[in-house]
């Protein structure tokens, strides 16, 4: 390894660390969500100290010329015509020393792993989808010369001089010529490919303000961002409620408010109607996720969520996810109604609910949905 790509390697290594430091302030502050880029993020890492030359205390001298005392600033603008000193008043405090570093998705899912210990994902059932993967497996004697094996090339080579009797082993020197030439090639195979749908669901009922909203926002960033990082084929599906339920894209599911009632229960309902005709539970793996201030219409609706959730789609499902966002407004009542009805400390209840009272409990919330490795 070049000297460059070890240093590169250990300041990479410096930035993991000041990332894995301070996740919970990045989450909590969801300082990430406005730096997302294509599949990497910008990070600020504060006090990381850049390599810098510092002058020697002896008092040799050196070699600068020109007037001036030991300690004058180089800048100094004193005595230059026509130029103006700084203006603002002098100040106390350290300024801003913060660096914006790049970091893929990738890395930031397998810091988030490191630091909250996260189990990997053991993916259930077949797949759907067949992916091709080119590998390298044979040789031959046509092909690009970026493909050129020079190994090969040569052994070719040495046979055809012994064989020829010109190989001199005084001298052994070995030319190829066109005959002599091999060239790496390759062969397509198909492999079946692990498939996961992550199906966001949130109450957007007037209940539900924009700091509720910025809690899912943020948490299903990171959600997604693990999960993406267990999976090499993954769908992200999103369903808004408040009375009645619909399918919409991210950002209207992120930024949409109505003033309705609640029925969660409709919500429910088009999860399990998107299972049932396009991920077939034997060939996928099915995240629910389901985000609300815990305020339902009536115990008979409740009661239908329930039942839908028992009968249909916790079975199908790897685990389904209820984070009830503390509200002003908001009840709390359906996850009482949760706790009461299944019993969350079975093993082998795939029903993971979280309480998030505001950003500071995002990471115990995330710990808690993916903690159980499904």
Known sequence: MSRIKQDHSRFRDIVRG???????????????????????????????????????????GGVGQGQGQPG??????????GEEPGQGE?????????????????????????????????????????SQKDKYTSIRSVGPDSLKHFKRTYKQALRRSIAMGQFNPKNPVVLPIKDDMRYRSWSTSEQPQSNAVVIYMM??????????????????????????????????????????????DEHTFFHTRESGGTMISSAY??????????????????????????????????????DLLNDHIIPASNQFSYGQVESHYGSGQFLRD???NFNLEDADCTLVCSEIKDKSGIIDSIKEFLGAGR
């Not at 396009?278 to 239908?304: A, L, Q, R």
């Open 203 to 248: 109450d957007v009922s007037g209940s539900m303000g924009e700091a509720q909203k910025e809690i899912v926002r943020i948490e299903s960033f990171w959600i997604n961002a693990w999960l993406k990082s267990q999976y090499k084929g993954i769908e992200t599906r999103y369903i808004i409620h408040d009375a009645s339920a619909k399918e919409v």
């Open 18 to 60: 000041k990332v894995r430091d301070n996740l919970k302030q990045y989450i909590s502050n969801g300082e990430l969500m406005g730096k997302q880029g294509g599949k990497a993020v910008k990070i600020p890492l504060p006090q990381i100290d850049l390599p810098r030359f510092r002058f020697s205390s002896n008092e040799q």
């Open 269 to 306: 309902k088009l999860a399990w109607e998107m299972i049932q005709q396009d991920y077939p539970p034997s060939d996928w793996n099915i995240y629910p996720f389901h985000f609300s201030d815990g305020d339902n219409w009536s115990t008979e609706d409740t009661k239908e969520c329930l």
């Open 338 to 340: 949760l706790k009461k």
């Open 72 to 81: 004058d600033s180089l800048g100094s603008n004193q005595g230059q015509p």
């Open 90 to 130: 002098a100040g106390q405090n350290d300024g801003e020393k913060a660096l914006e570093v790049e970091v893929s998705i990738d890395e930031l899912a397998e810091i988030l792993g490191e630091a909250l210990a996260l189990p990997k994902i053991e993916p259930k059932g077949g797949a759907t989808v067949v």
